[in-house]
């Protein structure tokens, strides 16, 4: 017991600070939710025909008679402008707003060049009628339409079949959400997509992929290259495919959907809604904006994902949120933040900090004890508790209050790695981005300065020469690793850092002030 106690004294400092690291390397490979609910399979014969004949549609539709991507009609307002093509989808949607804009100022298309699904894509289980549907143009009702704020405009597509008439109405408005309606002149299966996710921005930090929500209002997420199964989610609510920043769904909250969620030859997810007959429900494409899908449906915010944290994440960009609507900046919303959760926390950090340094003062007494009983375990251990409750010191109240923090730490990571807000989001005068990495690497640096300095005054009674070593190059190790994180994140970490070397440092003050007391009593 008594060396089991040391050892975790001596490593306990090591150990908070390199979960902390691992966590940033293999949280969201691991940790995300994929499937956090088992789905009951469900799918008829029919549809699992379709489904296997859905990822290689695209190779039927490239030997087909007509035009693909004929532009046929044309949406703009504002915001967006979009263009439907001959077969009655979606096929380009552009952002018009300036913080959208690429690094050579042109409006981003949040379509795929090459995608193998686009949003309002049809496909029948039928092969034959299939095959004739991605070879029969859609007809427009109107060439161009255009949304201004106030309004919506409504378009009228239909598509004539040798065995049906298939007619889409689309009503738009005017930040990028539309509403779809299907009605066949009479019944047959069919699968629609809200599209193949955006590839705008992707990274290894965050997930992409689909995400599914059933009326229970729990998230089925499902990452890129790895879904292994067709699933079929019944009485979903909201059917979504997504990238870090940017999404297209579709949703229904008063009659849920039939999801299928297929996959391509990657393993890549690919988002459908069955049905027979009549289709009718919400859908947007855009960014994941949270006033935007507010004006929306505020239920619509389960788009962002935020993995296991959410419950705390969505707290804190609530209040990051609120911060930022008086402070007028995201820069300093964040410091604000980091300063607010700081002296939330202080109880639990200052009681850590105090076991440190006990355990510090302590470190002599401790060996002579090792030492004196070196055969004797039973009295070793006896002595050292002795010990520890004479001088009020616990070598578990050093790492427990550490860890309660951690989940604090991570949901704030996960806000500041996925708000879309920080984009174009400026804060000191070389920080125009918060969405994107340092351009001079200033915050990294800073951040791994005070992560050193803290290193340098905290109390450690490490004596492991490797383990020493490690703690040693953490703060480079750290200071690489975030060089390419997101300014936002990177500020947090650096105010985080700063806020625990002010506190060490007063607490360093403060014990030596007692232990000059005490020395004084003694000598008095």
């Known amino acids: 017991m008594n060396q089991a106690n040391n050892i975790f004294q001596q490593k306990r400092i090591l150990l908070a600070v390199v979960i902390s690291f691992l966590f940033f390397v293999v949280y969201d490979y691991f940790f995300i939710p994929k499937n956090p609910i088992k789905i009951e399979q469900n799918i008829t014969q029919n549809s699992s025909k379709s489904l296997n004949l859905a990822p290689n549609?695209?190779?039927?539709?490239?030997?087909?008679?007509?035009?693909t991507k004929n532009i046929i009609a044309n949406v703009k307002s504002k915001h967006f402008q979009a263009e439907i093509d001959s077969l009655g989808r979606i096929v380009n949607f552009y952002l018009k707003d300036k913080k959208y804009q690429n690094e050579n100022g042109e409006f981003i298309n949040l379509i795929p060049k090459q995608s193998s699904l686009y949003p309002l894509e049809l496909r029948f289980s039928d092969f034959t009628l299939n095959?004739?549907?991605?070879?029969?143009?859609?007809?427009?009702?109107?060439?161009?339409?255009?949304?201004?704020?106030?309004?919506?405009?409504?378009?009228?597509l239909t598509q004539r079949l040798s065995q049906l008439v298939v007619e889409k109405t689309l009503v738009f408005y005017p930040q990028g959400n539309y509403e779809i309606k299907i009605k066949l002149s009479k019944d047959a299966h069919y699968f629609i997509s809200p599209g193949y996710r955006p590839d705008i921005a992707i990274d290894s930090y965050t997930v992409h992929g689909a995400l599914v929500m059933d009326n229970k209002e729990s998230i089925h997420t499902y990452e890129d290259e790895k879904v292994d199964k067709d699933e079929n989610i019944k009485n979903a609510l909201l059917v979504s495919a997504f990238d870090r920043y940017y999404t297209t769904f579709f949703y229904n909250f008063e009659k849920p959907?039939?999801?299928?969620?297929?996959?391509?030859?990657?393993?890549?997810?690919?988002?459908?809604?069955s049905s027979?007959?009549?289709?009718?429900?919400?859908?947007?494409?855009g960014s994941k904006e949270h006033v935007i899908l507010r004006v929306i449906d505020p239920r619509l915010e389960a788009v962002v994902e935020y993995g296991w944290f959410t419950f705390i994440a969505k707290p804190m960009?609530?209040?990051?949120?609120?911060?930022?609507?008086?402070?007028?900046?995201?820069?300093?919303?964040?410091?604000?933040?980091?300063?607010?959760?700081?002296?939330?926390?202080?109880?639990l950090t200052y009681k850590s900090m105090i076991s440190m340094n006990k355990l510090k003062d302590l470190a002599p007494k401790m060996k002579e004890i090792k030492e004196r009983y070196k055969g004797e375990p039973q009295k070793m251990n006896m002595h050292m508790m002795e010990l520890y409750k004479k001088h009020g010191a616990n070598p578990m109240s050093g790492c427990l209050p550490i860890l309660l923090q951690i989940p604090i730490f991570f949901a704030i990571y996960r806000v500041?790695?996925?708000?879309?807000?920080?984009?174009?989001?400026?804060?000191?005068?070389?920080i125009h981005d918060l969405s994107i990495m340092d351009p001079y690497f200033i915050l990294p640096i800073l951040m791994g300065v005070t992560m050193f300095v803290q290193q340098l005054i905290t109390p450690m009674t490490i004596q492991d020469p490797m383990q020493a070593k490690i703690m040693k190059f953490l703060p480079v190790i750290f200071t690489f690793f975030f060089i390419t994180f997101p300014?936002?994140?990177?500020?947090?970490?650096?105010?985080?850092?700063?806020?625990?070397l002010v506190q060490q440092w007063v607490i360093n003050k403060m014990f030596a002030k007692e232990h000059h007391k005490k020395t004084n009593g003694v000598k008095k």
């Open 131 to 156: 095959q004739e549907a991605f070879n029969t143009a859609y007809q427009a009702d109107k060439k161009e339409l255009f949304v201004d704020d106030n309004t919506s405009q409504t378009l009228h």
């Open 317 to 347: 960009f609530e209040f990051l949120n609120f911060l930022h609507q008086y402070i007028g900046n995201w820069g300093w919303a964040i410091v604000v933040m980091t300063l607010i959760v700081r002296i939330i926390l202080f109880p």
């Open 257 to 273: 959907l039939n999801a299928i969620i297929s996959k391509d030859e990657k393993e890549n997810p690919l988002a459908f809604v």
């Open 487 to 500: 300014a936002g994140l990177t500020l947090y970490w650096f105010i985080n850092n700063l806020c625990s």
């Open 276 to 285: 027979t007959n009549e289709f009718h429900a919400g859908a947007y494409i």
């Open 416 to 430: 500041l790695l996925n708000a879309i807000e920080l984009k174009a989001a400026p804060w000191a005068f070389w």
């Open 57 to 67: 549609a695209t190779a039927d539709i490239s030997t087909t008679s007509i035009a």
